[in-house]
């Protein structure tokens, strides 16, 4: 899984060149057909699937990405690295005894879109996209805490210790953001397609503020 993890952040790499190469072509007449941005934000995710119950976790996400022009249309496709903390937390309690859960995962990730993107004026954008993504995770824990007649236990486990749990995931994302000039902001929705413990799947929400350069 590591070494088809690395291929595609070689594509990516590789794609990334590739674009810069033909937007700095000097027979180009527009140098924003690509348009290159960093981003930053915060993520709320959890698991879902059957029998599961779980909270939203709060985290982050930082990357970069572009985005290529198809034809004078106003479509283009996309793709991005970026680090993401995602997971999930869950509790339960009863009588004289309670249980807490939080796994936090920092993902390599890498999405890839195609979409639409609407100039309302020289300054106001808008753009909607849909795509998909690959993760894996690159470092993290699950906390455990449990409370019963008073007495408490804790117990952490590295991300690659924990039993039955898949470090990959993959799965479909949309996204809608508006831009101004060269500052955008962005929601994207992902929902997982890969069964990463007991049978759930990741969902995810991501806000981020990015700015083209």
Do not use: H
């Not at 249980?99 to 106001?124: H, M, S």
């Not at 039955?164 to 500052?183: S, T």
């Amino acid at each position: 899984m590591k070494k088809f993890l690395l291929l595609v952040v070689a594509a990516f790499v590789c794609s990334t060149m590739s674009a810069q190469l033909v937007t700095s072509t000097t027979y180009k007449k527009k140098s924003s057909e690509t348009v290159w941005y960093v981003k930053a934000g915060m993520n709320l995710s959890k698991f879902t699937g059957d029998n599961v119950e779980a909270d939203n976790l709060v985290g982050y996400n930082i990357g970069i990405a572009f985005d290529r022009a198809i034809g004078g249309s106003g479509m283009f496709w996309g793709m991005g690295l970026q680090l993401a903390r995602k997971g999930y937390k869950a509790s339960y309690e009863e009588e004289n005894y309670s249980e807490e859960v939080k796994l936090k995962a920092n993902k390599l990730e890498i999405p890839i879109n195609i979409g639409y993107k609407y100039n309302i004026n020289d300054d106001i954008a808008i753009d909607a996209r849909i795509g998909g993504f690959i993760n894996y995770d690159v470092w993290g824990k699950a906390k455990y805490e449990e409370t019963e007649y008073g007495d408490s236990y804790e117990e952490s486990i590295n991300i690659g210790d924990i039993e039955g749990y898949d470090r990959f995931g993959a799965g479909i994302q949309f996204g809608i953001g508006v831009w101004y000039q060269k500052i955008n902001f962005n929601i994207t929705y992902q929902k997982g397609l890969v069964d990463q413990l007991e049978g759930a799947k990741e969902s995810n929400w991501m806000l981020s503020l990015g700015y083209a350069f």
